[in-house]
C-alpha cells in the first residue's frame, strides 16, 4: 500500500477544497470506519459501493497504520472515475451480490469487516447481505451506510436487529451507520434472518 502520510495528505487536501468531491460519507462516518478497522484488526476489509473511493481510502489508512497484512478489496457496479484506489486496494467492477460468494468463499477462515453502501433498495441491501451471510463467523463486522437515511437500509438493519443473531450498534450519523458483529460465543456461521 501507498504510505499513511499521502492518505493523510489528500484527505487533508479534500477537507481544504483542493479536490471537489462529492461525497456521501461524511468525514465523521469515515473516521468510524477507520476506527472500526483499528479495533477489529481484520484480515480482510470487503467494500460493496466504492463510489468515488472516499471511504475505503479510510479504511486502508486504517490497515496501513496497523502494520499487519490487511487484504482490503472494493466493489462497485460502476467503472467511474475514483478519488482515491491505492494500488494494494483490489478494485472490482460488477454486481457485489452476484459476486460476493468469488470474494468471500476461498477467505472463510479469515477475520473479516465488511461495509455495505451499495444499492439502497430494501430490496438491494438484503441481496447484498444474504450474498455474504453465510460467509461471516464469530467476531466477523458487517457496517451498514445509510441506516438513519435511507427507508430499505433502514427496514433491512431492523429485521437484523429482531433477529438477535447479532451484536448491534448504531452510530449517531447524519446518515448513519449501524455495525453488526457475530458473537463470539461459538464458532458458527450465522443463517440469514
Not at 477467505?107 to 430490496?123: A, E, M, T, V
Not at 447484498?128 to 438513519?148: E, N, P, Q
Amino acid at each position: 500500500m501507498g504510505n499513511i502520510e499521502d492518505l493523510l495528505d489528500k484527505r487533508a487536501m479534500v477537507r481544504e477544497g483542493t479536490y471537489k468531491l462529492a461525497r456521501w460519507a461524511s468525514e465523521e462516518e469515515a473516521q468510524i470506519l477507520y476506527a472500526n478497522v483499528i479495533e477489529y484488526r481484520p484480515d480482510l476489509i470487503v467494500e460493496c459501493g466504492t463510489a468515488n473511493g472516499w471511504t475505503i481510502a479510510w479504511m486502508a489508512a486504517a490497515a496501513l497504520s496497523l502494520g499487519k497484512k490487511i487484504e482490503v478489496i472494493t466493489v462497485d457496479i460502476s467503472n467511474r472515475p475514483k478519488f482515491y484506489i491505492d494500488p494494494a486496494v483490489e478494485y472490482v467492477v460488477g454486481d457485489f451480490s452476484l459476486i460476493a460468494s468469488d470474494i468471500l468463499e476461498p477467505r472463510q477462515d479469515i477475520s473479516k469487516l465488511i461495509f455495505l453502501d451499495g444499492d439502497h433498495s430494501y430490496n438491494g441491501v438484503r441481496r447484498d447481505w444474504d450474498s455474504i451471510c453465510s460467509y461471516i463467523k464469530s467476531g466477523d463486522v458487517v457496517l451498514f451506510h445509510d441506516s438513519k437515511g435511507e427507508r430499505g437500509v433502514r427496514r433491512c438493519v431492523r429485521q437484523l436487529k429482531r433477529s438477535e443473531l447479532y451484536y448491534a450498534k448504531d452510530y449517531k450519523t447524519h446518515n448513519g451507520i449501524t455495525r453488526f458483529q457475530v458473537p463470539k460465543d461459538d464458532g458458527n456461521s450465522r443463517d440469514s434472518a
